[in-house]
């Protein structure tokens, strides 16, 4: 293996460009758009440990090591050390789950430590757990980073196919031209079902649009911890809200876990703005520390597998493997490390295919 192509420089193509460097193979990036300027763009995204499947849950443990692998090789901090809190009954079982699990660092809280951990939250009485190894991810340092990894040549160019030949090899189909190359990955986000049709490959991925709010923190000086939160409490009228910190704690980004089926050709559909509002609702309710006079949102499409909300999957065709799925970010570097081994090995690293449906719960027991 000398040569291969990646499709898509989004946070899980630059981490499999970067994979594959290291391990001396000659990688060229083809990119459509700015980096990171996909699915992968804005600030903030939140690293959680627990998921409710425990194959996930492992993943997420090797992704953690790398996050310090890639802290220590970008020299910055990449996710903020003030953890992930959970609080609902559904989103504290599932991190209970893994409560001895060293890794995860999980403490119970009471009233006083909810808001010492999350100071813009309303007051809450429920169950609230913390997961002191997670925390928020910083995004554009870390795509800056992998860019800036050595190695890989960037080409800012629209792939409009990826042939896998049945003899070996593929062929990566530009306008401006056709190059051969000896495998390819194609991790192209919204853009992977596309290639994946014209190379044979029916992926069952849904596109869908989801927002959320940025809101500046209000008072004078940002708060010295902001955890990210994960709210199924219904407390503050929604069952599935998250937040994460942004900008050294001066703002926090706040969403539902609520994704809007559209077209990422046409214009967002109203439903959206029926999203936005709901969360601007949310947000009065739930966090009065937060000025919601200087909301600003924000939009992009996902892509989601039937099985789970973070189902993920490899598809092959001969030497072209497909990545889709959803709430790739905290997994990156663990899945440009499988993305480089399924090149290298010739076949899709097992637990990765699509019959194996890795995020989903109820066969976490496998
Ligand atoms: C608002 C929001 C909040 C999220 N929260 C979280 C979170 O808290 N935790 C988490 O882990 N994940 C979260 N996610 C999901 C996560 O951000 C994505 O799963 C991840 O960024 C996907 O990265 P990617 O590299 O696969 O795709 P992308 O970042 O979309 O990269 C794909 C790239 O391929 C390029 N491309 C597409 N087609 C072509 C083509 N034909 N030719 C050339 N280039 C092409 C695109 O321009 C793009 O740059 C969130 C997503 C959103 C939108």
Redesign the pocket.
Known sequence: MTRVAV?????????AARALARRGITCVI?????????????E?????HAHDDRRQFELAVRARRGWVEWEREFGVQLISGDGAMVIGSRAVARLQRYADEPVCQVRELSGGQISEALPILAEYEGPALIDEGAGA?R?RLTIAGLIGSPGPELMP????SVIPRPQGGVEVI?ESGTGSFDAAIV??????G??ASRAGISIPSSTQA???LTLPVSGESAPSRLA?LQDSSDAFGESIA?G?PVRGNREY?V?LAISVEADPERPAPDSLADVADRTRAYVERAMPGLDCGGAVS??????ELPWAADGLAIWQRDDAYF?A????????PALGETLADCVQDGSVVPGFRPADRLGEPMLEAR
Do not use: D
Not at 298 to 303: A, G, I, K, L, Y
């Open positions: 499709i898509g420089a989004g946070v899980v193509g630059l981490a083809f990119e459509q758009g700015a980096p990171g300027g996909g699915q992968s763009a804005g903030s995204r939140i690293f959680r991810i995004t160019e629209r792939v409009e530009c991790a192209a986000g919204a853009g992977t596309h290639l989801h927002m959320r990210c998250y994460s980004a969403g924000f939009q992009r499409w996902v892509t990545i799925g959803h709430n790739l970010f905290k997994l990156a």
